[in-house]
């Protein structure tokens, strides 16, 4: 079955150390994307990428990083600078890219990682 | 700029009673609107979608939701709730001019009560 897959589940981070969440989609979408979700906070965006190797910052890029090279794959990691990491993280992906076209294309996701603190 | 308001943070139903969680949105021209509803510990699942044409939209589930133009709402409606439906539930917006981007609603908890 198509979808996408999130991995590890569940993400332990020590201190000062950098850790890479795993995001696979065998939807053959174009867009990829990473959310982090609080409670009480909705989804915010982290980053975006509408083709292999390229993407952009989203509302709350600081202290995180990803890489896009290739289609199937958005990794994210999160650094040592970001100073409040706990969190759910969702990936998602959607089919089209560029401007219009496709925005009423609907965004599928996965099952999340849930990161926390050592 | 677009944005997306649930004004409920939490609702509370009691199983077989009808429910409507709201949405507004705020966007110029026509937006594309969806639904999505997310059990603990687990990622989003799409309910329901609107593009265009028919503003009463049916999606799984049993839901639907209906565009209204003149209220900038896209309200989610249920006629009879099942304990199964208790989860989170987030409007979302997508839009021309945001190219890839969506922007979500702060979401809805639901509870169902026996």
């Known amino acids: 079955d198509g979808g996408i897959t999130q991995s590890p589940k569940y993400l332990f981070r020590k201190e000062g150390q950098n850790v890479t969440l795993s995001c696979e989609q065998n939807?053959?979408?174009?867009?990829m994307y990473w959310y982090r979700q609080d409670p009480g906070q909705g989804l915010r965006l982290i980053y975006y990428?509408?083709?292999?190797?390229d993407f952009q910052k989203g509302d709350i890029a600081e202290g995180y990083s990803v890489s896009r090279e290739k289609k199937e794959s958005f990794p994210l990691t999160v650094t040592s600078a970001q100073k409040n990491p706990t969190a759910f993280y969702l990936c998602?992906?959607?089919w089209g890219t560029g401007e219009g076209a496709y925005s009423n294309q609907p965004q599928h996701f996965g099952d999340g990682t849930r990161l926390s603190i050592l | 700029a677009q944005s997306v308001t649930q004004p409920d943070i939490h609702i509370t139903v009691s199983e077989g009673a009808s429910l409507e969680l709201r949405c507004n949105y705020s966007?110029?021209?026509?937006?594309?609107l969806f639904w999505y509803v997310q059990s603990p510990g687990q990622g989003l699942q799409l309910l329901l979608k609107?593009?265009?044409?028919?503003?009463l939209v049916q999606g799984i589930k049993g839901f639907e939701a209906e565009f209204k133009r003149s209220q900038s709402s896209f309200n989610l409606r249920k006629p009879s709730v099942h304990w199964s439906d208790a989860a989170e539930y987030f409007c979302?917006?997508?839009?021309?001019?945001?190219?890839?981007?969506?922007?979500f609603g702060t979401g809805t908890s639901l509870t169902v009560i026996p």
């Open positions: 998602a992906s959607r």
């Open positions: 966007y110029g021209a026509t937006p594309y």
């Open positions: 609107y593009f265009s044409g028919d503003t």
């Open positions: 979302a917006v997508g839009a021309q001019n945001t190219g890839n981007q969506f922007y």
């Open positions: 939807l053959n979408h174009d867009a």
């Open positions: 990428s509408q083709i292999v190797n």
